[in-house]
């Protein structure tokens, strides 16, 4: 297409946004609260199939000059569908990036089909900070796909594009704000006033590129344990943090064993590997207090974590009991334990109030690894605001997908994992160490099988620690 063609569809295109109000005037609340004079909603795109494949096209013919790329992949959710349609144009294959990696038996972050080390170009609508496009870039990097550059429909001129620049990548828009105002108003569409007005407003609302680093950089995945130490709210969290660093492991072995001697042997065979040794005290069948102090001694020794994987769920009172008393008094010896958030906060308070360890912390269970479990969205988000409301009490959470990205002084726990198995004949369904890592956002991994079902416990639990640590090294900016 020539220039001059290429130009006039482009102010055509504008006149067309202004048309089915996806570009509107007025005085509107942004995501962030201030409010602006135009406000961009292209979701209504979806509504006009022939604006839409003007927009591909015009995409398409924008980026002809530029590199050529494996994959292309839309910032979700407005710009899937722009994605879909340039892949449609370029037969250049999309992936998909899940904001939420939801169900388990397929739960990738990144849908479709790819190779590690190819080139995918980012496509969205409207850029204001970046963010977004660096949110999409983080995951599809954490998928081994390589991003340098993104396309996007409308710059709204307010330091997006430096943003994305100083973190690597290369933004190429086909309006810039003041484009698309001078062309809206050479049609007619809008008044003088109306451009001073948005010139005045951009210029007053460029974002503060320091505090957006800033802010990002708060996404725990990038961030090493040892600085997340220095974060975390829960005392036995902030251990924990230093203890992966010093040692250099993620590893959580499960010692789901019956016999307590076992018990002891597993903990010496895996303790140099692990952070965490997690018992399900209950299914010893010689369980005896006695038993309590050698295992303390070896955790000393070998500098883990013991975490009890009670998993309470009942009224607050009876948890008080089943915490402090009974025959296995955990509130003594389990530095950490999980509950559900099922039962309401009164769980909670059970277990910050009842005696014990000085430095304890829990694990709300917002996700788990089972077939058929009847969690939902809701329920997820709920217990990640109950957790907020006991930072001094929660550790961490225990999720299959990167929750709380935002809050890196929280561990997340995720259990499931194996080097070969898939599922198991009840229900537990598993992913392979790197991609709990990559793609499921854990920090600490919990093995059960994959070693206590070795003939050498030891070195299969150092074979997942090595495996699980290079991983972490390829997803934080500073080990
Ligand atoms: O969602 C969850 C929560 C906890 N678990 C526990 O982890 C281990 C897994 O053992 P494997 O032998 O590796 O399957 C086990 O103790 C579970 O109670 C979980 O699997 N899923």
Known sequence: MKMDSFNAKLKQFAKDLFAIDAIKFGEYKTKVGVMTPVYCDLRVIVSYPRTMETLADLLVTYLENISRFDLLCGVPYTALPIAT????????????????????????????????????????????????????????NGAGIKCTDAVVLLNREQGGSEFLKNNGIQMHSLLSMTQLMEYLHEAGCVDDAMVEKVKKYLAATQIDQTQLTKTIKQDRLSLSFK???????????????????????????????????DLLNLAEEVGPHICILKTHIDILEDFHLNLIKPLIEIAQRHNFILFEDRKFADIGKTVEYQYSSGVYHISLWASLVTAHSLMGKGVLDALKRSGGLYKR????????????????????????AMAEEYPELIAGVVCQSPLFRAHPGLVQLTPGVSLDAEKDALGQRYASPRNVVLERGADVAVVGRGVTGAKDRGAAAQKYREVLWEAYLGRVEEA
Do not use: H
């Open 85 to 140: 349609a340039m892949s449609l144009k370029t037969s250049i294959p999309m992936v998909m990036r899940r904001k939420e990696a939801k169900d388990y038996g397929t739960k990738k972050l990144i849908e479709g089909i790819f190779k590690e080390g190819q080139n995918c170009l980012i496509v969205e609508d409207v850029v204001t900070s970046g963010s977004s496009i660096l949110e999409t870039v983080k995951d599809l």
């Open 361 to 384: 912390g829990v694990f709300l269970l917002a996700e788990v690894s089972s077939a058929g479990n009847l969690i939902n969205d809701g329920y997820v988000k709920a217990t990640l």
């Open 227 to 261: 600085s997340r130490a220095k974060l975390a709210r829960n005392p036995v969290a902030g251990e924990l943090f230093e203890i992966m660093s010093s040692k250099k492991t993620t590893l959580c072995v499960a010692a789901d064993l019956t016999n307590s001697t």
